[in-house]
């Protein structure tokens, strides 16, 4: 992949043709449909990373979530998800106007209580969340990565969490030191240099 084929994924192109495809993925008992296309995160597969996270917060989590925010949200791989297996109202926002419209598809077609926006980071943003879940994209540049993990806590309830995923050697330390500086952070999981990272407001 060249460098102006990965800028599509975080920004809008009108020349990129559509070339849909099909996704599956299986929770338990929960089956999922993804419609991707060019132009999004992770068009032929669930990433690792943002299954990992998925997966891990699922398997871990023990607090009652009543909303959640999924921040670069791709085609709506992990707030369709947890909205779906959680039954809780979810907004899913990306600056990438291809990834909300095939996160919309995806959210009828999973039958999920959630709704999918064009957001700059927190651009359109207006309510606060019990769970913001993100795997920021790493490509985008280290300013918006640590936008979306920072100004994370002015969207978080009072007892609320983010969740993120990060590869070690794209700085997964340097974020835990960084964000320890505003956040209570705990390192839930690592698996195959993937960092699970749970944040809460200290």
Known sequence: MNGD?????????????????????KYNEYQFIFTSDNGVFSKDRIDFGSRALVETFLDT??????????????????????????NVNTILIDINKRAVHLT?????????KARSLVSDVY?????????????????????IVYEILKNAKEFLNSD??????????????SAIKELSELYKISLVKKIKGFYIIRAKID
Not at 123 to 143: C, M, Q, S, W, Y
């Open 61 to 86: 989590n023990t607090k009652k979530i009543n909303s959640i925010l999924d921040v670069g949200c791709g085609y709506g791989f992990m707030g369709i998800v947890l909205g779906k297996i959680l």
């Open 5 to 25: 084929f990965l800028e599509h994924y975080f920004t809008n192109s009108k020349e990129l043709k559509s070339e849909f495809r099909t996704i599956k993925y």
């Open 123 to 143: 651009e359109n943003v207006e309510e606060r969340f019990d769970l913001i879940i993100t795997n920021p994209p790493i490509r985008a540049g280290k300013k």
């Open 160 to 173: 609320g969490e983010l969740w993120f995923v990060i590869r070690k050697e794209q700085g997964a330390k």
């Open 104 to 112: 919309e598809k995806n959210i009828k077609e999973n039958k999920v």
